[in-house]
């Protein structure tokens, strides 16, 4: 484990943990709360993923550990699971709901309540509102897998007893991100849709310090 502090003396002390820092959400996660002047404590599997993460304490380590998962858990105010999985037309899923039942006993024991985790547009309610393309034809043949594990992490959040919140994104880009976003409930008239990963970690950033979406699971789109 290694660690280094935010060089801002004046930063307010909002301790989070990122889960899947690595990946695309993740990083933008972790650079926007930094700029936020939280402390960010990421756990990641290879350090050297991680090398170019200034400011942040790393905790090195498989997120499926529970013993693993306390270290990064101790501590923190909120923690952002980002954790993504590749793609598995043929295998069975099962890091996600893994990772989760262990971060939820991690959470439960440290007693830390907050949990925001970003699942996907085809999890749970929001399933067939991808339209035509996504639901026909990249869903059944390549994905199939991977969301019925987002639906049993999914599960794991919602029977927690934790302060969560659930947020689905639409498909992820890599524009710029415009700075708002819609979030919806009512999915009725949704086909489909795009939001860039920057605005998907800003929203997720802004849940930190707010309820305005505790117990809910918004899908966000442009």
């Known amino acids: ?22 990946g695309p959400t993740g990083r933008l996660s972790v650079s926007q709360a930094l700029a936020r002047g939280y402390e960010v404590t990421a756990l990641v599997r290879s350090p050297e993923k991680a090398a170019d993460m200034k400011g942040v304490r790393l905790v090195v380590g498989d997120a499926r550990d529970e013993k693993t ?15 993504g999985t590749p793609a598995s037309p043929f295998k069975q899923v099962t890091l996600l709901s893994s990772a989760t039942r262990a971060l939820v006993t991690a959470m439960k024991t440290e007693q830390v309540s907050r949990l925001i985790a970003i699942t996907g547009l085809g999890a749970g309610d929001s399933a067939g509102h991808g339209g035509f393309l996504f639901d026909k034809v990249i869903f059944p043949l390549l994905l199939r897998n991977v969301y019925a594990d987002k639906n049993r992490q999914e599960a ?8 969560w919140t659930i947020i689905r994104p639409t498909v992820l880009n890599k524009k710029a991100g415009r700075g708002n976003v819609r979030a919806l409930t009512d999915l009725s008239g949704l086909h489909g849709g795009t939001i860039a990963r920057e605005d998907v970690a800003k929203f ?16 966000i789109t442009w």
């Open 204 to 219: 997720v950033l802004d849940q930190v310090r707010s309820d305005a979406w505790r117990h809910r699971s918004p899908l």
């Open 156 to 163: 794991v959040v919602r029977e927690s007893g934790l302060d």
């Open 69 to 83: 998962m306390r270290q990064a858990v101790t501590g923190q105010d909120a923690v952002i699971s980002a954790l």
């Open 1 to 22: 484990m290694t660690k280094s502090t935010n060089d801002n003396p004046h930063a307010a002390q909002t301790k989070i943990l990122v889960l899947g820092a690595t």
